[in-house]
């Protein structure tokens, strides 16, 4: 038995070498990897709530229509109705959060206008669409629609 | 407890006029801050998104609002989602015509004529939010990943930036951003949808083209549009498990 381990030195080293190397690995896996990590899958289990604490730029119709509810009620029948608010006037969270502090601008409404509703050929058929310079000659199109209600029908004039 | 105007018509017309999760919505929007969403339990929904080819006009509203909601860099190499145009000479699925200026940020000038016998129409893009992603397999450190609600979110804090994943992606949905050297990509708004509002893209969509859904919520019409369309996925081949679906998808598509 002492014959087999006369030569044990070099054994010796080699565990401590492994030991330290392990205690280095725990070390350092405990401090790299954050604690919530596999909580929920691969990943860390916080990373849902950093991509849902993201900031909110555009605060949806339901908030606007709370306020503006004569703009609501126009629109409720014309066939604009299905357009949210933001589409038209931008993103306006901050306006809808403190509106005494932003007063969002009026948009123009030509270009508005002509980007939804100028012809190309790519455009579904159902959609109503003009070419801009034949349909209104240079005039600005709420001269005659009404951005809110855009029909004659619904508002009962002639244009 | 005294309740001024402009609280009471607040709350009443909150109770009146909206659904519990709307004016759950609306308090978050009213409180401004960015906040968590307590109320929320991933496990308990899984999103989607409904796409229907014919109601959409190629307007770009979608681009921009999702540019602006996500602060995506504005130059035209980075985008959560875009639109393509199709061109397809008669017959000849398999050679479309493809382009997507700006990401159809501006809009699509004119490039067609009509009565040339082609059939012409618009493909929004956007992450397909797949059940079984190849980009989530490739992350070598975990910092991409399918979320319990079915979302495929990214942890920029954690991502190294090698890049495997933009190349993973089948459907070219990743982006390096200049800004962080951290991966990007559609996050389907996952800042608004836990908290009951939906995503910028179809909050601004004026046709409905495209709609959130969520497929774990009976009530949701998600499931009526799948019913009732003739649906399909991109590259169904690859089996990903996208789950965005589109409705009158033409087989030049890919």
Avoid at chain 1, 37 to 64: I, K, M, P, Q, T
Avoid at chain 1, 134 to 153: I, N, V
Avoid at chain 2, 98 to 105: A, K, L, W
Avoid at chain 2, 223 to 234: D, K, W
Wanted: charged share 25%; glycine share 8%.
């Amino acid at each position: 038995m002492r014959e087999l381990f006369k030569d044990k030195e070099h054994l010796v080293r080699m565990a401590g070498l492994f030991g330290v190397g392990l205690l280095v690995f725990v070390v350092l896996r405990g401090v790299l990897i954050p604690a919530d990590f596999g909580d929920l899958g691969h990943y860390r289990a916080s990373a849902l709530d950093d991509n849902s604490s993201v900031e909110l730029r555009f605060a949806g119709r339901a908030a606007c229509e709370l306020c503006h509810d004569d703009v609501a009620a126009e629109r409720a029948k014309s066939a604009h109705r299905s357009i949210a608010c933001e589409a038209c006037h931008g993103a306006l969270a901050v306006h809808a959060d403190n509106p005494e502090a932003v007063f969002p601008e009026r948009p123009e409404a030509t270009p508005l206008c002509v980007a939804c509703h100028e012809a190309n050929v790519t455009k579904p058929a159902w959609f109503p669409t003009v070419i801009p310079d034949e349909h209104s000659e240079g005039e600005a199109c709420d001269e005659c629609h009404m951005p809110h209600a855009p029909g004659f029908e619904e508002v009962g004039s002639d244009g | 407890m005294t309740v001024n105007r402009r609280q009471f018509v607040l709350a009443s017309g909150k109770y009146l006029v909206m659904s519990a999760a709307a004016s759950r919505a609306v308090g978050y929007v009213l409180a401004g801050s960015p906040e968590r969403a307590p109320g929320y339990s991933a496990h308990d929904h899984w999103w989607a998104m409904a796409i229907d080819i014919d109601l959409c006009i190629g307007c770009g509203g979608c681009v921009r609002a999702c540019k602006e909601e996500n602060d995506v860099p504005l130059e035209p190499f980075f985008f959560r989602t875009w639109v393509e145009r199709y061109h397809v000479p008669e017959g000849d699925i398999e050679h479309p015509m493809v382009d997507s200026p700006n990401g159809g940020y501006d809009g699509f000038p004119e490039r067609y004529r009509e009565g040339d016998g082609s059939k012409n129409f618009f493909v929004p893009k956007l992450c397909n939010h797949c059940a079984h992603s190849p980009c989530v397999q490739v992350c070598p450190v975990g910092a991409t990943f399918e979320s319990p609600d079915g979302v495929v979110l990214v942890d920029k804090d954690y991502c190294l930036g090698c890049r495997y994943c933009v190349q993973a992606c089948p459907y070219g949905c990743r982006f390096i951003d200049p800004r962080t050297h951290s991966v990007d990509k559609c996050s389907l708004c996952y800042h608004r949808i836990t908290k009951g509002l939906t995503t910028a893209c179809c909050e601004v969509c004026p046709t409905g083209a495209r709609t959130l859904g969520d497929l774990k919520d009976p009530s949701d019409p998600i499931h009526e549009f799948l019913r009732t369309n003739m649906v399909q996925v991109l590259k169904p081949q690859m089996a990903t498990g996208a789950k965005v679906y589109y409705a009158d998808l033409d087989g030049s598509v890919r």
